[in-house]
């Protein structure tokens, strides 16, 4: 094996196998959907922190969704958008590593903070009367700071497993960023442990939190459903519409890659579904939120309307 490793000091990202004038149209394509998931979550926390209405356990844990939004793509796509202009580019170890921390670290907050928002719908349309007691803000905030931990330390684990591990020669990564398995592939050593780690990882915040978010949404939708006021089961409808399109759409993907059979899905296939996973994702998000939330919408009203009177 001594022949076969060398002291790593870079990894090389092949990206995309396209043509030069296919990346430079992604390139283009995709820096158009960074900057719009930079502004778009720039405006929910802007929002949020303007409007003194919004300062409600809801739209706390949806401030926290979108600074993880924001985190989750800035730690992944400006080295996309580097390797679309300049394909098989190298990044350095600490770098790869770095950037690997941090993707594990967002993702697995984001599934838990997912589950929170949930909880919080459930109280409120299951419980409205004693809501405020419920979520009150120390509450919430021990629920956000857990989630936020949480993150840290399972990504710090898949860390500690993972430094250890001699690298071969070739240091070419499968990848448009330094996804946890495509850098395991390169080690020259028995990976099942880390393997293993990352499919209870991924069962530990995927399947079972979103069990528990079905769960809480069945809950909610009888609640919804013995509601007397058509205007009620409306507002609730379409609060909880875009959360579950959020959950949808960020499990839903997450599940495929990391829990779902390992030779259903090509490889090329589990790189597009996380580049949805990664760029994609955070873009809708808070445009789910705008258009399908009229308490955004109205909030948004009323900051613009301050604007044009000043």
Known sequence: MGDNTTSVTEFILLGFPLDTKTLTLLFGLFSLFYVLTLLGNGVILGLISLDSRLHTPMYFFLSHLAIVDLAYACSTVPQM????????????????????????????????????????RYVAICHPLRYS?????????????????????????HLVLLLPLPFCIAQKIDHFFCEIMAVLKLACADTRINEIMVLAGAISVLVGPFSSIIISYMCILCAILRLQSGEGQRKAFSTCSSHLCVVGLFYGTAI???????????KEQKKYLLLFHSLFNPMLNPLIYTLKNSEVKNAMKRVLGIKRVL
């Open 133 to 157: 007691v419920i979520m009150n803000w120390r509450v919430c905030i021990m629920l956000v700071v857990t989630s936020w931990t949480i993150g840290v330390l399972l990504s710090l684990v």
């Open 256 to 266: 495929i890659m990391y829990v779902g059979p390992r030779y259903g899905n090509p």
């Open 81 to 120: 958008l580097l390797n679309l202009l300049s394909p098989a580019q190298p990044i350095s170890f600490a770098g790869c590593i770095t950037q690997t921390f941090l993707f594990l670290t967002f993702a697995v907050t984001e599934c838990l903070l997912l589950v929170v928002m949930s909880y919080d």
